[in-house]
C-alpha cells in the first residue's frame, strides 16, 4: 500500500519540477503571473484566510482577486509575509506536506487508529492574454490507516488508504468595467479505489462574477459551487457582499462568510464559514517578517466514494475538529515553511448521502494529539 503512494506524489512534484520556480502561483490555483498581476486573497481581503472559504470539498478551492500591477500589496503586507498563510500543514500555493496523528483507541473495537496523510500539488499556466488568464493543475492527497477497525454495520474492514486526485483547469478574466468572471474546474476521483469505475469520478465547478459596488470600495460576488463530494452534493450559491471597512477590518457577508481584523500591527483574527460545518477562527502573531506564530479552531470535513459501498449515493465521510497551533518561517522570497501540532477531536468517519444526514457504518476515535509539517510557495 505504502509504495504506490509515494510513486504518485513523487509524479506529481515531478510534474511540477519545471514550472515551481518561474511563475508566481496564486495560493491553490497557481494563477501565473500576468497583466493585470493576481493578487493572492480572496476578494475583499488583503490576505488569504485559512481554511480556504471554499475547501473542504476536496476539489474547491480559492477564489483570487485581480489588482492591476500597481497596486500589488507592500512585501510585508503580503501572504506569507503575515503568517496568515496556511496553519494546518499548507494546503496554500504548490508544494508538499505530511500529518501524523497518533494511535488512539477506537470506540467500541478495542483496536487502534493512527493516521498518517500527504498532500502534494502543482499547476502550470496555459495562456495568459486579452481575454484573462488559463491555469492547469494537480494535486494527489494520500491518507493511510493504520488500523483493524470495522465499519460497524456492514462489517466491512475499515479501508486501508483514501485517495484525492484531482486535474483541473481554471479560467479568470477582469475586465474594463473593473468586473471579474472565473471559472475553477477540476475532475477528479476522491476514493479508496480512484478512478476504478465511472462511480468514483466526480466533476467540480466553481462560478462567479464580482462586480465592485456604487462606494468603488465594497464589491458583490454572486455564482455558485458544486462538488458530488462536497459536505453539500447539490449546487450551494455564492452569494456576498464585501465590506472593506477599512485597511484593518474586511467582511464577506454572506455565502462563504469570512471576516479579517487587525486591531494591531502584529495580530490578525480571521475567521470563516461555508455550510455546514466548515469553519475556523485563527489569530495570527507576526514576531518578524519572517517568522509567525498562531493559534485556534478549524473543523475539517473530507468525504470520498467507496468503491464497495452499497447505496451508490452514499459517500464516506472523515469529520473532526482541531485545536492547532504552530510557527510558520518564510523561506527567501517566495517560501514558506510550516510547523503545526494541536489536538483533534470529536472525529468520526462514517457513510451517508450528505454531511447533514445521520451516517451509518459509523466509526469513532478518541481524541489526541497531531504534528504536521508543510512546504508551499506563496507568492
Do not use: C
Request: proline share 8%.
Amino acid at each position: 500500500m505504502i509504495r504506490p503512494t509515494w510513486v504518485l506524489l513523487l509524479l506529481t512534484l515531478a510534474l511540477s519540477g519545471e514550472t515551481l520556480g518561474q511563475s508566481p502561483y496564486a495560493p491553490s490555483i497557481y494563477t501565473p503571473p500576468a497583466e493585470p498581476t493576481y493578487a493572492y486573497p480572496p476578494p475583499g481581503q488583503t490576505e488569504w484566510t485559512t481554511p480556504r472559504p471554499w475547501d473542504e470539498s476536496p476539489s474547491v478551492d480559492q477564489v483570487p482577486e485581480i489588482v492591476s500591477p500597481e497596486e500589488r500589496p507592500a512585501e510585508k503586507n503580503r501572504p506569507g509575509r503575515r503568517g496568515s498563510g496556511s496553519p494546518f500543514g499548507g494546503s496554500a500555493g504548490p508544494g508538499y506536506g505530511v500529518e501524523w496523528f497518533p494511535a488512539q483507541p477506537v470506540q467500541g473495537q478495542g483496536v487502534d487508529f493512527q493516521i498518517f496523510e500527504q498532500d502534494a500539488s502543482a499547476g502550470m499556466p496555459i495562456y495568459r492574454g486579452d481575454y484573462g488568464t488559463a491555469v492547469l493543475t494537480a494535486g494527489v492527497k494520500n491518507t493511510h490507516y493504520f488500523t483493524d477497525a470495522v465499519l460497524p454495520d456492514t462489517g466491512r474492514a475499515f479501508p486501508d488508504d483514501l485517495w484525492d486526485v484531482k486535474f483541473g483547469l481554471t479560467y479568470i478574466r477582469k475586465f474594463d468595467s473593473g468586473s471579474s468572471l472565473g471559472i475553477i474546474s477540476s475532475v477528479g476521483s476522491a476514493s479508496d479505489q480512484p478512478f476504478q469505475s465511472g462511480d468514483e469520478i466526480n466533476l467540480n465547478l466553481i462560478s462567479f462574477w464580482r462586480r465592485p459596488a456604487r462606494n468603488e470600495r465594497d464589491a458583490w460576488m454572486l455564482g455558485v459551487m458544486y462538488s458530488p463530494t462536497g459536505s453539500l452534493n447539490f449546487p450551494v450559491p455564492i452569494i456576498a457582499y464585501e465590506w472593506n471597512h477599512s485597511e484593518a477590518f474586511q467582511m464577506n457577508l454572506g455565502i462563504p462568510f469570512s471576516m479579517t481584523w487587525r486591531p494591531q500591527e502584529a495580530w490578525t483574527l480571521v475567521a470563516t464559514y461555508v455550510p455546514l460545518t466548515n469553519g475556523s477562527v485563527i489569530l495570527t502573531h507576526d514576531l518578524t517578517e519572517r517568522w509567525h506564530l498562531y493559534g485556534g479552531y478549524r473543523s475539517v470535513a473530507q468525504s470520498y466514494f467507496l468503491s464497495d459501498r452499497v447505496n451508490k449515493d452514499d459517500r464516506f465521510f472523515a469529520l473532526q475538529q482541531r485545536l492547532v497551533t504552530g510557527i510558520r518561517w518564510d523561506v527567501g522570497d517566495f517560501g514558506a515553511l510550516d510547523l503545526s501540532t494541536g489536538y483533534a477531536f470529536d472525529r468520526r468517519y462514517g457513510e451517508g448521502e450528505n454531511q447533514g444526514s445521520t451516517l451509518h457504518d459509523e466509526v469513532q476515535v478518541e481524541p489526541g494529539a497531531f504534528i504536521g509539517l508543510d512546504f508551499r510557495l506563496m507568492f
